[in-house]
């Protein structure tokens, strides 16, 4: 088990490395350093003068990729942008922002809003999900199975948008029951994340129920539920204890996988509601032109979700006993 | 015959499917079973014996199917009328049921002894102290090695044999008056099911449980009922005790089930075979469901509907039997002997050997990937196949046979020894030089459903046989043709050549597989299994179809197979396999009459028979296979062996040569 998790752990060096090359190749396919500086300093009145000290300051000088007026091999490869910026991701340690803010410190802040919001929807949105899918299977091939299929694939075929504007504009506008955007630390936060998981639930509901019912479906006709219903057990008994608890695996180890980069937040709901998360930080910084943050954050979201796949492998050996990682 | 009987079924009839045209996969069937005996129900695949017994328990799949009619009497208590929830005091707790398949039967996440418990706690009001001496009581009693420890291990911890005792042990915790056991071997090795049969008829003399067997089995029903019922296309068509059953069969279906039987006797003939398929059971029958494939049929059998006729204990439906037909009855008893077919007597020419032939498969572990260990799948075999020879390769899963297969063609590596082909040793060949002798060597294999490309038609699957060799057919045109004959020489109609293979029965693509197979013109065929998915009268079809064409082409065949009857018909010689390695080999009447090893020995007296041959010696395996990852040192028989000696221990034994034709490796000798 250790050994797997050596040798995973490993394995995602090269990932990691690979992400960052081309993170790093689509970003400066588009930009060049000059378009980053002109854009902090803003396009009036600059001059190639200001726009030099701008990338030296920040160390834009140097060539992208490979500097081919240095002296020996090794600083031709190390002397260079990518060399300079990707390394130290390694470490955690995502340097500045354009404008000068530690990324660290942003992180670390706009992680706790992004949170706030993740947690609450996927923990009630898996809740309303299994049990909405196992109404359906409880009552499959009548009309309560074949109405929720259809409920299912209404609420999926429409725009997760359209359920925030049209939240925002019935519960925030019409009713004024809680505000449209916005957030404040402590407690008080507690009013302006209600909207936003409500709507992260209602919008996931329909491709979720889907996916667990057919689960649940293709659990209930295994041999072993055959058997279960053999020994004399009533269908509750048998949907619970037989076809639940196989079903579950999959869907335990589905939600393993995107714990980790609940931290990254949502980036759609948190542009939307104002939330100061990680997700709205994203946004923000490709529409700046940031190439600190954007590279920090897929660097991060990236890790994440690697950690995610390894706790899914590890997970599997807690909840299904024919599991066994070795090597 | 209603005095004692424990269940009563009356016209019981389940159907698939509510549209206009309904499969009647249950048609009316009528049986009853007496208090602690043993009925059983034979058929063929799709005859609707799985669906009478699921249709008793009311667990006929739902909603796809329903129970249209019927009554099934429970000690008089009629269960159709009950209540879901009264039902379920049935199921489990007055009526068990076993499956065919112990491996997908119990639940992957719970232990077995959990498996047990929770239908003792369901049924039973016990505390949990008692439930658990109980569960560890029955897993003891299905001869469960130390239950103790066993109670918490997971279905996947133990090997087919154990779960299917622990599917029994679970269908004993209700204490049931009636045991549905629904081909409870069918998946098991022979030794295997020699000890799962014994262990039944065990439990059924300690607690007097009835049994319903559900068989397509004849020598299993042979060993085990007391009653058989013969069913067909949804209906029962015999019932006969087994002694009458096995001495004189009634029904012309139950006659040619028989027939079809590859045995010693009719190696001389070809098998029986029954012409046309089932027919479809989606209408309404107006005669007899066996009349167009039976050979004593006569017009009447189209136009009306046969009755039952009881006799004293055995009863049949079948116009034959109508008193009002007198003249008819005499065709009875006129069996017909299959059409002769002489045997073939292989050449001196050696054309394939094998010398000291080994696959290992690594095992890797740890950060780098390490080898640390190897599974001898094939440690060290040497054999040797003459032209026009069929050489049987027998043994149970997992001692290796399928993998001599695949590396005599070179679809496995070898680890060391040698494969000659003529004057080639084809294991040393490079790629390219060994594909121009690949179509000298042909595999047919165990699945047809699996071994095509649905995605090909049938034609394009052979053709892709003669395009694929290097001195294939160039033209099209003659392709074409060739393909046709070769459809027509395996029995099937070359207009059909434009069909998928979904549109065929599992008899005809084994069929297409033995046609693609000879259109690459081959010497040597490697039969892994061909007859093991199919029924019994299908199977007899496709061993007729393999000795014509050996006759026809001179072909030399490696049939590799656990179905000693199989060999009996077919085999010139016989190499016994036990874990990589050949115990025993030799031509076939030495080692069937005479065998030598323990293990052929035991092999040999697991096969059940369908005469009651009471001066048989029984010996019974204990335990099971050993891994391969680490075979027993010494002898890797001696784990298992009746006359285990100390040198058994300690270094395997040298081949000891009993006759010109047949060695044997044991130190008995």
Known sequence: ?327 | MTTNSLLNIKNLSTWIGNNEAPIRAVDGVDFSIQQGETFALLGESGCGKSMTALSLLRLNPQPASDIVSGQVELDGQDLFTLSEEDMQHIRGRRIAMIFQEPQSSLNPVLTVGQQIAECLDWHFDLSEEQIETRAIELLDSVGIPDPVKRIKDYPHQLSGGMKQRVMIAIALAGEPELLIADEPTTALDVTIQAQILDLLKQVQRDTGMAILLISHDLAVVAQMADHVAVMYAGQIVEIANREQFFSAHQHPYSAKLFDALPTEQKREQRLTVIKGNVPELNKVFTGCRFADRCDLAWQHCHDAIPKWYQVDDQGVRCHLYDPELADKQENIRQTKAGSPLSEITSTDKNILSVSNLKVHFPIKKGILQRVTGHVRAVDGVTLSLKQAETIALVGESGCGKTTVGKAILGLVSTTDGQVHFGKQVLNELSERKLKTYRNSLQIIFQDPYSSMNPRMTISQVIEEAMISQSSGIKSKEERAKRIDSLLERVGLRPENKYRYPHEFSGGQRQRICIARALAAEPEVIICDEPTSALDVSVQAQILNLLREIQHEFGLSYLFITHNISVVEYLAQRIAVMYLGRIVEQGNRNEVLKTPKHPYTQALLAAVPKLEDDKNREVIRLEGELPSPAAPPKGCHFHQRCPHVMAKCLESYPEATIMSTQHEVRCFLY
Request: glycine share 8%; hydrophobic share 50%; charged share 15%.
């Open chain 1, 1 to 327: 088990m250790l050994a797997y998790i050596i040798r995973r752990i490993l394995y995602a060096f090269p990932i990691l490395i690979g992400v960052n090359a081309l993170t790093f190749a689509l970003f400066f396919m588009v930009n060049t350093p000059d378009d980053m500086a002109r854009m902090q300093l803003g396009a009036k009145h600059i001059t190639q003068e200001s726009i030099d000290t701008w990338k030296q300051e920040r160390g834009y000088d140097k060539a992208l990729l490979w500097n081919s007026q240095a002296s020996n091999l090794a600083e031709k490869a190390s002397d260079t942008i990518f060399f300079d910026k990707s390394l130290s991701l390694f470490i955690f340690d995502f340097g500045q922002a354009d404008d000068g803010r530690d990324i660290g410190q942003d992180i670390k802040t706009r992680m706790w809003p992004s949170l706030a919001i993740a947690v609450p929807t996927l923990i009630i949105g898996l809740m309303v999900n299994i049990t909405f899918a196992l109404l359906m299977v409880f009552f499959r091939a009548t009309y309560v199975d074949l109405g929720g299929v259809i409920l299912c694939v209404i609420i999926m075929s429409i725009s997760s948008l359209f359920y925030i504007i049209g939240g925002q504009f019935l519960v925030g506008k019409l009713m004024q029951i809680v505000p449209i955007s916005g957030y404040s630390e402590g407690m008080g936060a507690i009013k302006f994340i209600i909207l936003p998981i409500i709507i992260g639930v209602i919008a996931g509901i329909g491709s979720g129920s889907r996916w667990y019912r057919t689960l649940f479906l293709e659990e209930a006709s295994k041999d072993y539920v055959r058997t279960a219903r053999a020994k004399g057990f009533s269908e509750l008994r048998v949907l619970f204890r037989h076809v639940l608890k196989n079903a579950m695996i999959p869907i335990l180890t589905g939600v393993v996988v995107v714990l980790p980069t609940l931290f990254m937040g949502s980036l759609i709901l948190e542009s939307f509601f104002g939330i100061p998360g990680l997700g709205s930080y994203t946004i923000d910084a490709i529409q700046a032109q940031d190439f600190a943050i954007v590279r920090a954050m897929v660097f991060l979201g990236s890790v994440l979700y690697i950690f995610g796949l390894v706790l899914t492998d590890l997970s599997y050996t807690l909840v299904d006993p024919r599991v066994r990682l070795d090597g």
